[in-house]
Nanobody, 121 residues
Framework: VLLEESGGGLVQAGASRRLSCAAS????????MAWFRQAPGKEREFVAY???????NYADSVKGRFAISRDNTRNTVYLQMNSLKPEDTAVYSC????????????????WGRGTQVTVSS
């Protein structure tokens, strides 16, 4: 599975942005998909996941502001980010794995290169 993110950029605090992750391969619908992010000098952290029955989970830091969704007909997973804050600045990467529900990077096999999101104050 090849993953490619898009939609990053520079936004002002309080604005919204939608990230997309396009996946290759015919088994997209059978994977759990997740978004992670990594800020400069920090560890990669979990943001959100969505499994094959569209159950979702979010990090506390983004709960109520971010929404993950998937379109299996387009082999794409999305991350809608609202009310962005400067602390959301990071490289956002999508990942695919076979575990039903996990926030652990080790449970994801396939990774995209990431897209930079910068939130100015």
């Amino acid at each position: 599975v090849l993953l490619e993110e898009s939609g990053g950029g520079l936004v002002q605090a309080g604005a919204s942005r939608r990230l997309s992750c396009a996946a290759s391969g015919r088994t997209f619908s059978s994977f759990a998909m997740a978004w992670f992010r990594q800020a400069p000098g920090k560890e990669r952290e979990f943001v959100a996941y969505i499994n094959w029955v569209h159950s979702t989970n979010y990090a506390d830091s983004v709960k109520g502001r971010f929404a993950i969704s998937r379109d299996n007909t387009r082999n794409t997973v999305y991350l809608q980010m609202n009310s962005l804050k400067p602390e959301d600045t990071a490289v956002y990467s999508c990942a695919a794995g076979t575990y039903s529900s996990s926030s652990n990077t080790l449970d994801y096999t396939y990774w995209g290169r990431g897209t930079q999101v910068t939130v100015s104050s």
